[in-house]
């Protein structure tokens, strides 16, 4: 059983930057893909990207070229990095994590872009 846990989120200004943090209580070697994911009030939630073992990322196209995510496997840790931020990008952030025959969800962070 995989826990995942997220930190970092937080108020910050359009423009701003923040970077999120997803601590595993196991190996994230053993997981074949680690994301992050995110809902917005009354809207689903939504992939904001995707990386795989072999370090393929899938980024949604809203967030290309200003969302970074990189993992730390000394640490069981994934990170998102998030630059240049929008009023949209106000949301509930979620790690996520699958080992190919179950998925792994974090508790989800509060992410609010407000000038």
């Known amino acids: 059983q995989v826990q995942l846990v997220e930190s970092g989120g937080g108020l910050v200004q359009p423009g701003g930057s923040l970077r999120l943090s997803c601590a595993a209580s196991?190996?994230?070697?053993?997981?074949?893909?680690m994301g992050w994911y995110r809902q917005a009030p009354g809207k689903q939630r939504e992939l904001v990207v995707v990386i795989t073992s072999g370090g393929s990322t899938n980024y949604a196209d809203s967030v290309k070229g200003r969302f970074t995510i990189s993992t730390d496997g000394a640490k069981n840790t994934v990170y998102l990095q998030m630059n240049s931020l929008k009023l949209d990008d106000t949301a509930v952030y979620y790690c996520?994590?699958?080992?190919?025959?179950?998925?792994?969800w974090g508790q989800g962070t509060q992410v609010t872009v407000s000038s």
């Open positions: 196991g190996s994230i070697r053993s997981m074949y893909a």
């Open positions: 996520y994590a699958t080992n190919g025959a179950k998925d792994y």
